[in-house]
């Protein structure tokens, strides 16, 4: 089945989306690729470079190194983009190509993939598309050469459930209409913190939260694009042992909460645990004791690794 494609007004809204994080994307990303260019000098490849805000930084460093930037993305309107951004510029090469599938006849020192694979594995939900995706990139690196990656964290497996407190009345209704969109389960609990008091909360697997926190800040015009990826597709243990099952060495390997996201949900939500478990849901709606409710931090929600091909 084809992925739904944005129409002009939702792609344009994506765009600006994406150049929102560019700043995080390069605080990440530029320190590593700096070592992985001096230890091993070599071209860099930005695999689903999109409108370009990222590839800028590296062209910046290509420069300084006397190397080239290739920018490969598939979607017509992302190379348009690339072209009359990087007009006239002697040190990058746009390359319309496919992630899943792209044979550029080189080698490169660093590989940068940047918020692509979660949507691999997205559109048939199938982990081993993103370890065919991660064997092409080995056979594209030079010995010693690295595959930097951010995406997207899944929390660590687990049953239990969270409970998120909305901070503002118009949030329930969004966050109701996004699960129901998404078909998600969750339960609506009222939890008494106090007599006088009723607070409402929405209760949820942890893996299921954090898929609601990192996309309810969407516009509905994106939602059948958004809604339909899993943003959080491997823990830090499955991303390290696929990729060493390729035969890469794993470096670097750290998750963070986007300080984007950190902002946002101070004013928009809390999560809290309950002392005795999922058990005391019943006893907690029906309000017969009063639970013991333990805020949570906020989740990490990206992950950077680098990753060293062999010799």
Known sequence: MNKPERDSKGFKIYVESMAKSSEDKAERILSLLRTALENNPGDILDLGAGGGELTRAFLLMAEEFNLKVFALDKDRRMIKILKEKFEGQSKIKIVKADVK?????????????????????????????????????????????????????????????????????????????ILNHTKTSWLKIYAYHNPKKTKLLMALSRENVYELIVKYQYLEINWPVEMKEKFGFWTKEEARVMLEEIGFNVIHLKSYLLPYFAKMFSCDFRLFEWQDGPACLAEAT?????PGAIEIPYPDTHLVIVAKRGL
């Open 101 to 177: 599938n792209f044979k550029l006849g080189k080698k490169f020192s660093a590989v940068v993939c940047s918020s692509i694979l979660h949507e691999i594995f997205s559109e048939r939900k199938n982990v081993e598309d993103v370890k065919l995706i991660l064997k092409n990139i080995y056979e594209h690196l030079l010995p010693k050469g690295v595959l930097i990656i951010r995406d997207g964290l899944k929390p660590a497996p687990t049953d239990d459930i969270v409970f998120l407190q909305p901070l503002k009345p118009e949030l329930f209704g969004r966050f109701q209409k």
């Open 286 to 290: 029906s309000g017969r004791r009063r």
